[in-house]
């Protein structure tokens, strides 16, 4: 039998090491979720941009009524003859009975195209998911917009009165060389093992977006952003 003194510092020692032990775990976990979490700022900071720009008028005013909301804050387009661009991006959805946002669901954007261009353009990107179609290409493991789903560019300045009725409206802002960005025929991808890294799991996107089964207190203000603006805004319905 251990004396008394002995065994007290044995619990001590064991204790001592599962403590190290968690602390390296939650460190590991947020060194993993540190690209995640820098998207999620990006987006967030991309979405008030948005919606104080006095251009974006029409994304203010119909912010309200749509589905879901994908924000990349960083598409890069280059090329020279032949071209093309991606990013990241989180999307978040609306529950229809709470109101509440749910999200952030990580997507891959990638997009090839041919023709007569030069430079790189940096663009950030807000699209609107104004259909249950629109949502549900989403849902999939990857949608070609375009093709599985319609979508328009959202209606900018001047501009701000027209009416649009496809399954997305694109908003962007870029600097460089190209004028703008086309999203016509850009695939959209789960980005499962970013989701995986956020969450400290395997999840899909019905599990962050329907069934809010996986949260991550980190992307709150996001959500509080997107609620705040969809209340305040007149209803596109």
């Given at each position: 039998?251990?004396?008394?003194?002995?065994g007290?510092?044995?619990?001590?020692?064991?204790?001592?090491?599962?403590?190290?032990?968690?602390?390296?775990?939650?460190?590991?976990?947020?060194?993993?979720?540190?690209?995640?979490?820098?998207?999620v700022?990006?987006?967030?900071?991309?979405?008030?941009?948005f919606?104080?720009?006095?251009?974006?008028?029409?994304?203010?005013?119909?912010?309200?009524?749509?589905?879901?909301?994908?924000?990349?804050?960083?598409?890069?387009?280059?090329?020279?003859?032949?071209?093309?661009?991606?990013?990241?991006?989180?999307?978040?959805?609306?529950?229809?009975?709470?109101?509440?946002?749910?999200?952030p669901?990580?997507?891959?954007?990638?997009?090839?195209?041919v023709?007569?261009q030069?430079?790189?353009?940096?663009?950030?990107?807000?699209?609107?998911?104004?259909?249950?179609?629109?949502?549900?290409?989403?849902?999939?493991?990857?949608?070609k917009?375009?093709?599985?789903?319609?979508?328009?560019?959202?209606?900018?300045?001047?501009?701000?009165?027209?009416?649009?009725?496809?399954?997305?409206?694109?908003?962007?802002?870029?600097?460089?060389?190209?004028?703008?960005?086309?999203?016509?025929?850009?695939?959209?991808?789960v980005?499962?093992?970013?989701n995986?890294?956020?969450?400290?799991r395997?999840?899909?996107?019905?599990?962050?977006?329907?069934?809010?089964?996986?949260?991550?207190?980190?992307?709150?203000?996001?959500?509080?952003?997107?609620?705040?603006?969809?209340s305040?805004n007149?209803?596109?319905?």
């Amino acid at each position: 039998m251990l004396p008394i003194a002995t065994g007290v510092r044995a619990v001590r020692h064991w204790a001592a090491l599962v403590g190290l032990a968690s602390l390296l775990a939650i460190g590991g976990q947020a060194s993993a979720q540190t690209e995640q979490q820098d998207v999620v700022n990006a987006a967030e900071t991309t979405f008030l941009n948005f919606m104080r720009d006095p251009d974006m008028t029409w994304l203010q005013r119909h912010i309200s009524g749509v589905k879901a909301v994908l924000i990349a804050p960083q598409v890069v387009k280059a090329g020279w003859i032949l071209g093309g661009s991606g990013g990241r991006a989180v999307l978040f959805a609306r529950n229809e009975q709470t109101g509440r946002w749910e999200g952030p669901a990580f997507y891959n954007l990638a997009t090839a195209s041919v023709g007569f261009q030069a430079g790189i353009a940096v663009s950030e990107t807000v699209m609107l998911v104004t259909t249950g179609k629109g949502l549900n290409s989403l849902l999939a493991t990857s949608v070609k917009l375009g093709g599985d789903a319609s979508i328009a560019a959202g209606p900018v300045g001047a501009g701000a009165n027209t009416d649009v009725t496809t399954d997305f409206v694109a908003f962007s802002r870029s600097k460089g060389i190209y004028g703008g960005l086309n999203l016509d025929g850009t695939v959209i991808s789960v980005a499962d093992g970013w989701n995986h890294a956020y969450y400290g799991r395997a999840v899909l996107p019905t599990d962050i977006l329907l069934t809010a089964q996986a949260h991550n207190p980190q992307a709150d203000r996001l959500a509080e952003a997107l609620s705040r603006a969809a209340s305040t805004n007149t209803s596109m319905r």
